[in-house]
């Protein structure tokens, strides 16, 4: 600095010789520096520019692959359920329907009893003659007259006809009360096909509103289908929704892991020892996390094989027979593991007491080495969950699936998020470096406002000599 | 997936095949029953039971007694390297313990006080043993009396070694020049730490949760 100040002997002379020089130098340069700024901005600008472009065909080319992505799970997803729905339709036709031959047989039987009940009702037992009331006419005449030998003839025939008339009303009565024995066996075989019209109109309804759910699937199917944006958004927010539950229920399923890992790690140091390492973990740790890992793919095996989630296709593709075989061996082995484990918890509770009384011994607490009275219910309790544990654990499949095939599209909406930020701040610095070329320029141009000033002072009186020039010519 | 899996297999391979060293302890203690000092010994027994049930498997733990000549394996009292099983490490800290309860009840008062001799066993005993950590619990004055034609003008290497002199209790002559006291310590410190050894003392009892 002393040096700058230096080159004449006043100070402030050589600091006025050093602005000027470098004002006429930063002037004699500005062309150049213009380009420089302009040159370096704009080629940031542009590089930012064509990176955000960049961003955005990924960004796009990420959101085609999320939809086709939804849509196939979506689609996979509807297919099973419609699939599940016929196979219920099938399941009811199969079973209530499959008889229908029979139905029909005991309904015509009934209609058949019912029309010969009906039939031997509708016999009327013979009227008494009618001749009778002419026969009594004849024998009144009789008396009148005196004829006594007609008389007594017509009234002995009076006599038999009367007794004839009393046997057939007896006879009528008879038979009307068969008529409503008959009358009334009718009732049981008309309840029949009551229940039994009642039956099939209830199959017939449960199939009506079956057909109503598959039209309402196969209608969101048609939409999946056609890739409408009604159905994609659906399938996002649901896919969304199951991500979250399935994480909520998988962070549940690994709390219940950590519980039954707690259970055998420490008799697991029984087995193979408390102190012998792999890596930096102890043996122990690591044979009952194995246990616990070998139970939850026992687990999703078991949930394979009853086609109840479909991770492994090769599994739901088998032969019926060797998928049976599968369930039976995978279940045994679960249940032997979960016998270890309920074993293991025993022992647990064993060593547990037992490093409990030696605690009391060195501490010189003999009295605390009693074991207390219902010291069994924590050991029943502790076995029951070793036991239970790892069936419970099976059941991780099903979350496991759900977050597995929701993780894909979460994934995918996530990067989707993330380009679309990258792209926004790539085109925001890129307009950044535009506007700070202009902003470098002009900052140049403030120390430089006197020779600028002059120029175009200059400029102007040269615009008016040459506009002078021009009218005077 | 290959590769995942390879890189699993190298990881563990890796990790079982690196040599690693112990990290187990070893303890040995040596009780002082010389003199009056013998009245001292329920304390050490408080001792060496806090002791087992801070020791755990695979662990090492030996009581020696301090008497005339202390350089000898039948003064060890009782010793026991635990098992790796914890069932097993049970038992054997509740027979150790009985073994110090008997030694405790029968033990009778030495003429003699041979310190260094019980600290050449010890260290003798834990580098045999090949424990990660090896520590030296001394219950006694520090005062050591050696009868003629012992020779214990000898260094102990302790390089890798804890001593831990614990209760050291002031005789009447500490009482009347406390510089015999203090120069016993210093003179123990020094002999420790000249071989590399570590050095601590120990006289409140009721904190023993630094001990090991």
């Known amino acids: 600095m002393s040096f700058m100040l230096g080159i004449t002997p006043w100070p402030v002379l050589s600091a006025i010789l050093w602005i000027v020089l470098i004002t006429a130098a930063l002037y004699l340069i500005r062309g150049t520096a213009h380009k420089t700024i302009q ?60 008889n229908y031959s029979a139905l029909h047989r005991s309904l015509s039987e009934s209609i058949g009893r019912i029309e010969k009940d009906h039939q031997e009702a509708v016999d009327v037992p013979p009227d008494p003659p009618g001749w009778v009331k002419a026969v009594e006419a004849v024998a009144e005449m009789d008396a009148k007259e005196g004829r006594a030998h007609i008389g007594s003839i017509l009234s002995d025939i009076h006599k038999s006809l009367i007794k004839a008339h009393k046997e057939a009303m007896t006879a009528y009565h008879t038979a009307s009360a068969k008529r409503h024995k008959l009358l009334r066996h009718m009732r049981p075989d008309w309840r029949q096909i009551q229940q039994t019209l009642a039956a099939v109109g209830k199959n017939v309804d449960s199939l009506l509103s079956r057909s109503v759910t598959i039209d309402r699937h196969m209608q969101e199917y048609e939409g999946i289908v056609h890739g409408q944006d009604r159905a994609i958004s659906v399938l996002s927010s649901s896919s969304l929704v199951n991500f979250f539950v399935s994480a909520f229920v998988l962070c549940i399923a690994i709390g219940g892991a950590t519980i039954n890992f707690s259970l055998i790690a420490r008799p697991m140091a029984e087995m193979v020892g408390g102190t012998s390492l792999i890596g930096n973990f102890r043996t122990a740790d690591i044979a009952a996390l194995v246990i616990i890992l070998v139970e939850i793919s026992m687990g999703l095996f078991l949930m394979e094989s009853l086609r109840i989630t479909r991770l492994f296709p090769v599994i739901g593709a088998l032969p019926d027979k060797t998928r049976v075989r599968m369930i039976w061996i995978t279940f045994s082995i679960l249940f032997l593991l979960a016998s270890v484990e309920a074993g293991l918890a025993y022992m647990r509770e064993v060593l547990l007491h037992d490093e409990l009384a030696t605690s009391a011994i060195l501490r010189g607490d003999i009295g605390a080495t009693a074991t207390g009275e219902y010291m069994w219910i924590t050991t029943a309790a502790q076995m029951g ?35 679309r930020v990258l792209s926004l701040l790539l085109r925001l610095l890129g307009n950044v470096f535009l506007y700070l070329g202009v902003l470098l320029k002009q900052l140049y141009d403030i120390p430089l406002f006197v020779p600028l000033w002059l120029e175009e002072r200059m400029a102007r009186r040269a615009e008016g000599d040459a506009l002078v020039g021009r009218v005077g010519q | 997936m290959r590769n995942l899996f390879l890189a699993i297999l190298c990881v563990v391979l890796v990790s079982c095949s690196s040599e690693t060293t112990p990290r187990n302890t070893g303890v040995f203690m040596l009780v002082d029953t010389s003199g009056t000092y013998t009245e001292e010994l329920d ?67 030495s003429p003699y006080t041979d310190i260094t001799g019980g600290l050449l066993q010890a260290v003798e005993f834990l580098n045999e043993k090949g424990t990660g950590n090896k520590t030296i619990l001394i219950f006694s004055d520090l005062k050591e009396d050696l009868e003629d034609g012992y020779i214990r003008d000898i260094d102990v290497q302790l390089q890798g070694f804890e001593v831990i002199a614990l209760n050291v209790t002031k005789l009447r002559s500490d009482n009347i020049d406390p510089r015999e006291y203090l120069g016993r310590l210093e003179e123990w410190q020094g002999r420790v730490e000249k071989t590399g050894g570590e050095w601590r003392v120990i006289n409140d009892l009721d904190g023993l949760e630094g001990l090991l």
């Open chain 2, 43 to 109: 304390k050490a027994e408080q001792i060496i039971r806090y002791t087992l049930s801070k020791l755990d498997a695979t662990d090492t733990f030996a009581v020696a007694r301090i008497d005339t000549g202390s350089f000898s394996e039948k003064d060890i009292v009782a010793k026991a390297s635990f098992d790796d099983r914890p069932s097993a490490v049970n038992r054997q800290k509740r027979l150790f313990a009985q073994q110090v309860s008997d030694f405790v009840a029968s033990a009778d008062p």
């Open chain 1, 39 to 98: 040159a370096a901005t704009g080629s940031l600008h542009r590089s930012f520019k064509i990176a955000s472009k960049a961003v955005t065909r990924s960004e796009k080319n990420l959101a085609a692959r999320n939809r086709d992505v939804l849509l196939a799970a979506g689609r996979e997803a509807k297919e099973r359920i419609i699939e599940r729905e016929f196979d219920r339709i099938n399941e009811t036709v199969r079973k209530d329907l499959a």
């Open chain 1, 385 to 419: 969950m070793g036991f239970i544990l790892p069936f419970a654990l099976t059941f991780v499949a099903i979350p496991l699936e759900t977050f597995v095939h929701s993780l894909r599209t979460v994934v995918g909406l996530v990067g989707l998020s993330f380009l």
